[in-house]
């Protein structure tokens, strides 16, 4: 991979999409109201999980793989070739990575028309966690070919260009209409 402005962009995306999961353990020791906490936790793990995915795209399958090759390390699990993708995993991680947006609009609903009692701002704070957890889950499940389909979506090529319509209808012989 070169280390272009993409890879460094993509590198601390990476890092940044990282440091909301951790804040948010933190947030109720922090002395803030719970409408506080609440919205910096929705905005913050938003943020987070749109950092995330860019930097997904940005970086490429070459850094999901050894991304991939890394946690798997801790965990003393060996790290195998890529195998194919099935369909069934590849409809299991896009259900996964639609179910990964929901905790934000669940939790955006419920500090809007129902305003948070004791406790349950560090439940709706820990189920934007959850979100983002279901999001790093997808990404595994659906392998470096579902983001390499999904680089191309930004990708523009030539053929795309085609010949614009003609901005004025050709008039019909004789000059009337």
């Known amino acids: 991979m070169t280390k272009d402005w993409k890879y460094y962009l993509g ?3 990476f890092i940044y999409s990282l440091i ?31 950092a995330f995915y860019t930097s997904a795209v940005l970086l490429g399958k070459e850094f999901l793989a050894a991304l991939k090759k890394r946690v798997l390390s801790w ?19 896009v ?14 609903v419920d500090l809007i028309f129902i305003a948070p ?28 070919p579902f983001w390499e389909r999904l680089k191309l979506l930004f990708a523009w090529s030539p053929e795309q260009a085609g010949d614009p319509a003609p901005a004025v209808a050709p008039q019909s012989p004789g000059g009337a209409a």
Do not use: D, K, N
Request: proline share 6%; charged share 10%.
């Open 20 to 50: 909301p999961i951790c804040v948010v353990g933190a947030l109720p020791f922090m002395g803030m109201s719970l409408a506080e906490m609440g919205t910096l936790a929705v905005v913050f793990l938003a943020t987070g999980e749109v």
């Open 75 to 93: 965990f003393r699990i060996r790290h195998r070739p890529p195998q194919p993708v099935s369909q069934a995993r590849h409809r299991t991680g």
């Open 95 to 108: 259900v996964i990575l639609a179910l990964s947006f929901l905790p934000y609009y669940a939790v955006l």
């Open 11 to 13: 590198i601390s995306l």
């Open 117 to 144: 009692v004791g406790g349950e701002i560090t439940f709706l704070a820990w189920s934007l966690v959850a979100g983002e957890v279901l999001g790093f889950v997808a990404l595994f499940l659906l392998g470096a």
